[in-house]
Structure formats: structure tokens, C-alpha cells
């Protein structure tokens, strides 16, 4: 669709680098926070009133969902979220995205979009980039394998999580037709042995390391999601200054992150 010299993004057609995505109208009350935490067993009043930023992250993933096409179309490879400001619970917030980056593979086509989440007034609060890879119909995902053994040497345990289908399943609830959450027939279909966490899980653990330390008023945190985190894992969560692990019961890494405190203004 054209709007003056702006292209936007639409269902059905082909990505392109530099297309506008259509803007998503959003705001993190506090029922919408404690359901998410609870999900991934975060304590109620460790943000207080300021929104988790992993709670905006996955709103980049509801900012793209009308151009999804299948369940495994999208999977999601990592994200970086950049607070400029706290953003309070209750906050109406408009989220804006545009394709950045665009990649082909032989089994599908990797793509990063970024975002800028604002206020009511317009002014910038936080940033972001949701990086994914668009899966071609019929390829199958490659688990990852268990992997060599995570050296945990320097690095200090923050929690543990105990995955059940119906933690994994709460945390999507906002995502029904992502049915490789859900639904192990779908995920048997692309290769994976059970449905499995969002990637985004993995963040917000993450954004609990950093909120226990105390959150800072301007910082970045950065993730990669590696491995597949199934439904009924138990799961590490490990700091080692300002990085960050998710490793699995077998000592397998899953996902990665790096906190960034008061980042370039520049994105």
C-alpha cells in the first residue's frame, strides 16, 4: 500500500527492505504485566509500576502478526529492546515499525524489523528489533541438538524455571494461532519433539536479572534465542556481569543476552 512516498507492508506480499509496517496501539496495564509473570514465575512487585520492556517486545511480534502466513512462519532468532525512558503501567502507546534487514537462506529468508514505541505525545520511550526467520513451506526446523556442555565458570545462578505446557501456554495466551506453543501435532510437523516456549520467554527472564539488580532509567538488553526451549524443561538462568544465559537441565545453552547500560542514542 502507498501513503505519499511511504510503503507499507501487506499480507500476502513479499517483504522488502525499507517497507513501513502498519502501527499497533498498545498499553501494558497491570493485570496484562502479572499475567506474564506469572507465566514465567516473575515476582509480582519487582517492577513496581514501570513495564517490563519484554512485555513491548512481544507487542513487536503483535505489530507483525497480520503478515503472518503459516504457524512457523516468523520464528524468532533474537531481540533487542532500548528503554529511553520508564514507561508506567497504563501508558497508551503507539508501536512503528519498518523492514531493516533481509536475508535468504536455503530453507527460508531472515528478516529484522525495527520499532520505535511512543507516547501519547509522540516522544520516543523505547526502541526495538525483533530479528526472525521466515521458514519455506515444507522445510523442517533443526532442534540444535544438545550442543557442548555451557562453561560455567564466573557466571553466578539468578533462577530456575520449571516449564509445564500450561505456563508455556499463558505466556502465549495473547498468540493463539501460534499453535507451536500449544499444540504438539503442529510441532511434530516441523521437526521439534513438543511445542515449545516463545523465544521472548527467555527475555523476560531476563529483564528479572536486570530488575533485580534495580532498572536503570536508560538501558538495552539484547537476546538470542539458540536452542529450542520445550514445554517441560527445567531451565537455569545465569549472570555474569553484563551477560546473560538461559541454559537447559543438560547444561545446553538456549539463549544469550547482553545488557547495555545508558546506549548510544543512535539506533
Not at 557466571?155 to 495466551?173: G, I
Request: charged share 25%.
Amino acid at each position: 500500500m502507498l501513503l505519499g512516498d511511504m510503503r507499507y507492508a501487506e499480507p500476502g506480499d513479499e517483504l522488502e527492505e525499507g517497507l513501513l509496517l502498519r502501527s499497533l496501539e498498545t498499553v501494558v496495564t497491570e493485570e496484562r504485566q502479572r499475567r506474564y509473570h506469572e507465566a514465567a514465575e516473575i515476582p509480582p512487585e519487582l517492577f513496581g509500576d514501570t513495564a517490563d520492556l519484554s512485555i513491548l517486545a512481544n507487542d513487536t511480534i503483535r505489530a507483525m502478526r497480520y503478515l503472518k502466513r503459516t504457524p512457523m512462519d516468523g520464528l524468532h532468532a533474537g531481540q533487542r529492546m532500548e528503554q529511553l525512558a520508564p514507561v508506567r503501567l497504563g501508558e497508551p502507546l503507539t508501536l512503528r515499525g519498518r523492514v531493516t534487514r533481509l536475508r535468504q537462506s536455503a530453507k527460508g529468508r531472515f528478516a529484522s524489523t525495527s520499532f520505535v514505541v511512543e507516547d501519547s505525545r509522540g516522544t520516543a520511550r523505547a526502541r526495538g528489533e525483533l530479528h526472525y526467520f521466515r521458514v519455506n513451506v515444507g522445510a523442517r526446523v533443526e532442534a540444535g541438538g544438545t550442543g557442548a556442555r555451557f562453561e560455567r565458570d564466573g557466571w553466578t545462578e539468578v533462577s530456575r524455571k520449571t516449564l509445564t505446557p500450561q505456563r508455556v501456554a499463558d505466556y502465549s495466551s495473547e498468540f493463539p494461532d501460534y499453535r507451536v506453543h500449544f499444540d504438539p501435532e503442529v510441532a511434530a510437523t516441523v521437526g521439534l519433539r513438543a511445542p515449545v516456549a516463545q523465544g521472548l520467554m527467555s527475555f523476560t527472564w531476563m529483564m528479572q536479572a536486570v530488575a533485580g539488580r534495580g532498572l536503570p532509567e536508560r538501558f538495552a538488553l539484547s537476546a538470542t534465542f539458540r536452542r529450542p526451549i520445550f514445554w517441560d524443561e527445567e531451565i537455569e538462568v545465569l549472570l555474569r556481569g553484563a551477560e546473560l544465559a538461559v541454559v537447559g537441565a543438560n547444561g545446553c545453552l538456549r539463549s544469550s543476552g547482553a545488557l547495555e547500560l545508558s546506549p548510544s542514542p543512535a539506533m
